[in-house]
């Protein structure tokens, strides 16, 4: 039992891409049973939604500001959701944060999560 763990942040440029993984055992429940969410807070700013993806992986969603670049991926084997991003512009730089519902279905508020992970930082330079 433990709480969600994110990886794969660091500092790029621009048009670069990095892949966030987020790596959870469950706690009630197992990894395949929550609905899983990523959100990012910048510097100053509110934390906001930026996917999800329901517990069987058939379904997700995304922020407007993401959609084209961003994809939400999960593998229930490894008891792990990933974000591939693509085409990372200043905008992205954030605190990313990893949290699981225990919705099953896609969720995109945050009180609709019940474990959250620590963050890892993206920094995106000009």
């Known amino acids: 039992q433990g709480l969600p763990v994110e990886s794969g942040g660091g500092l790029v440029q621009a048009g670069d891409s990095l892949r966030l993984s987020c790596a959870f055992s469950?706690?009630?429940?197992?990894?395949?049973?929550?609905?899983m969410g990523w959100f990012r807070q910048a510097p100053g700013k509110e934390r906001e939604f930026v996917s999800a993806i329901d517990s069987g992986g058939g379904d997700t969603s995304y922020a407007d500001s993401v959609k084209g670049r961003f994809t939400i991926t999960r593998d229930n084997a490894k008891n792990t959701v990933y974000l591939q991003m693509n085409s990372l512009k200043p905008e992205d730089t954030a605190v990313y944060y990893c949290?699981?519902?225990?919705?099953?279905?896609?969720?995109?508020?945050?009180?609709?999560?019940?474990?959250w992970g620590q963050g890892t930082q993206v920094t995106v330079s000009s």
């Open positions: 469950g706690r009630a429940y197992t990894f395949k049973d929550y609905g």
């Open positions: 949290a699981a519902s225990e919705y099953t279905i896609v969720s995109i508020t945050s009180d609709a999560y019940n474990y």
